[in-house]
């Protein structure tokens, strides 16, 4: 039974740039979080999507959206990069909005 | 908004100790749960305890949901136990999820 996986597990972009970034989702499940990790820092919430729907979102600008698949797998776009967009970029998936989350490995996204 | 706040922020024990990690939360949740950060960044999920008390072998944790607060023990310590610990709650009135800052925690061999 595979876990969540996510893809690339490292990026370098340069400003002004735009990044996809890609998760498939645990077996079985069908919500996936997005999540993004400063470094020393607890990760904070980007948006959940569930039925391909983004149901939750936290205080990020609209440079940050997404998008599910009939699969449940989903991608994060960022538009217009900034320095402070470096960052690891966390995946996790759960059945249901509300139950145990399961994490991917992660993106590292750097950017110059 | 809801704060969620961990601690001690560090902590840093002989292999063999014990260990109770604290979180606290201001407002009412759906749910909470604790997962731990290894040196490579992968989460691993711990418990999920919106309430009571579960047990997993040398960890367990406590959610007294009514005074929002968890606990999470951890009894004689591993190295491999070392890494960060967060609690994440979701948020009741609109189900957004909170990471707390997180307790970082070095076992001394």
């Known amino acids: 039974d595979a876990g969540v996986t996510q893809s690339p597990t490292h990026l370098i972009k340069t400003r002004g740039q735009q990044v996809t970034l890609r998760c498939s989702p645990k077996?079985?499940?069908?919500?996936v979080s997005w999540y993004q990790q400063a470094l020393g820092q607890g990760p904070q919430f980007i948006f959940q999507y569930y039925e391909e729907e983004e149901r939750q979102r936290g205080n990020f600008p609209d440079r940050f959206s997404g998008h599910q698949f009939p699969n449940y797998s989903s991608e994060l776009n960022v538009n217009a990069l900034l320095l402070g967009d470096s960052a690891l970029y966390l995946c996790?998936?759960?059945?249901?909005?509300?139950?145990?989350?399961?994490f991917g490995p992660g993106t590292r996204l750097l950017v110059l | 908004g809801i704060q969620v706040e961990q601690s001690p922020p560090d902590l840093i024990l002989q292999e063999g100790a014990n260990s109770t990690l604290r979180c606290n939360f201001s407002?009412?949740?759906?749910?909470l749960q604790w997962f731990h950060q290894n040196p490579w960044g992968q989460l691993i999920n711990l418990f999920y305890i919106p309430s009571g008390t579960k047990q997993n072998g040398r960890l367990s944790a406590t959610t007294v949901a009514t005074e929002r607060y968890s606990l999470l023990y951890i009894s004689s310590s591993q190295t491999t136990d070392s890494g960060v610990y967060f609690c994440?709650?979701?948020?009741?009135?609109?189900?957004?999820?909170?990471f707390g800052k997180g307790t970082r925690l070095h076992i001394l061999p």
């Open positions: 077996s079985g499940h069908d919500t």
């Open positions: 407002d009412s949740v759906n749910n």
């Open positions: 994440a709650v979701t948020m009741n009135r609109d189900d957004k999820i909170i």
């Open positions: 996790a998936s759960s059945l249901g909005r509300l139950e145990t989350q399961y």
